[in-house]
Nanobody
Framework: QVQLVESGGGWVQAGGSLRLSCAASGGTFRGYVMGWFRQAPGKEREFVASISGSYGGTYYANSVKGRFTISKDIAKNTGYLQMNSLKPEDTAVYYC?????????????????WGQGTQVTVSS
């Protein structure tokens, strides 16, 4: 059973940066897709970014493309989401997730393991 713990959230002014981390235990990222999702109050959970479990390919939601970067360190069993040029509309609880295959996925239902989430608040 893979357990995921996010960290790095917080409060930042618009235009600022944050780096989220996702530490895995009881399993490994190796060979499995990892994704980041977010959920704002009153809204559905939405896809942010995904990184393949094989070739390291990445895929981003249009709303974050060019501002966010997803990565992972297999040796540390940790995934990351670097968020730059943050906007107030990026405010949400951010979740990391790991799937059961290596392929890029963007639907929450394609992921098997989830962290508890970390709050990101961007003020204008």
């Amino acid at each position: 059973q893979v357990q995921l713990v996010e960290s790095g959230g917080g409060w930042v002014q618009a235009g600022g940066s944050l780096r989220l981390s996702c530490a895995a235990s009881g399993g490994t990222f190796r060979g499995y897709v990892m994704g980041w999702f977010r959920q704002a109050p009153g809204k559905e959970r939405e896809f942010v970014a995904s990184i393949s479990g094989s070739y390291g390919g990445t895929y981003y939601a249009n709303s974050v493309k060019g501002r966010f970067t997803i990565s992972k360190d297999i040796a540390k069993n940790t995934g990351y989401l670097q968020m730059n040029s943050l906007k107030p509309e990026d405010t949400a609880v951010y979740y990391c997730a790991v799937g059961r295959t290596y392929e890029i996925k963007w639907r929450p239902g394609d992921y098997a393991y989830w962290g508890q989430g970390t709050q990101v608040t961007v003020s204008s």
